[in-house]
């Protein structure tokens, strides 16, 4: 069952985030993300840690709405919603999407993730792949694209079509994951 949270603060929303596995942390538990581990992922929903904002995080929020202009440049075949929710599937599985994408008004069809980097990488474009992966299972959606942001000028669009195996993958690690850490009360184990 898809449940669907507003956010009304970010203090809430970092609490809502706590009560489950997100984009950003399956890709950490899956090893792709360059930014985070498992043991990361650990903390945040056991200790309550928060990833210091760096000025790139910060900056990269404040020009969103920028990198998702020039998005519907390319694709102006879609409606872009900014849907500032936090989707839950079967109580742990989260997802917050930067933007949904419409072909007609109302019902999404696919998943925007934004990106702002110095160097569009391919580990950094793996990681995004993943998270867009994630939401369209969270979603029950087909596809999605990844649209970043390299060195402050070009830009990036990489389409995302729905892949069952890595879903299924990555659904089964996060499962496994959150079960650990609910039996050892937080004691974190090899995932």
């Not at 890709?27 to 360059?34: F, I, K, N, Q």
């Not at 210091?52 to 995080?57: A, C, F, G, I, S």
């Not at 102006?76 to 008004?105: G, M, Q, W």
């Not at 990488?121 to 993943?130: D, I, L, P, W």
Request: net charge positive; charged share 35%; glycine share 6%.
């Amino acid at each position: 069952m898809l449940e669907e949270l507003k956010i009304t603060s970010l203090k809430k929303w970092r609490e809502q985030r706590r009560s489950g596995i997100g984009g950003s942390d399956i890709a950490a538990l899956m090893g792709v993300s360059p930014f985070a581990t498992a043991e990361d992922v650990r903390r945040s929903k056991v200790e309550n840690y928060d990833v210091p904002e760096t000025e790139q995080m910060r900056i990269g929020k404040r020009i969103e709405p920028f990198i998702v202009r020039e998005f519907r440049c390319l694709k102006p075949e879609f409606s872009v919603i900014n849907p500032k929710r936090l989707y839950k599937r079967d109580e742990i599985f989260l997802a917050t999407p930067d933007r949904l994408l419409c072909v007609t008004e109302g019902k999404p069809h696919a998943i925007l993730e934004i990106k702002n980097c110095e160097y569009w990488s391919r580990e950094k474009r793996t990681m995004a792949a993943y998270q867009v992966q994630w939401y369209l299972f969270v979603l029950g959606l087909k596809f999605g694209y990844v649209c970043a942001m390299e060195k402050g000028w070009k830009l990036h669009v990489q389409p995302i079509v729905r892949d069952e195996e890595l879903i299924e993958r990555m659904r089964d690690t996060a499962q496994t994951f959150w079960e650990k850490i609910g039996e050892k009360g937080g004691a974190m184990e090899k995932v």
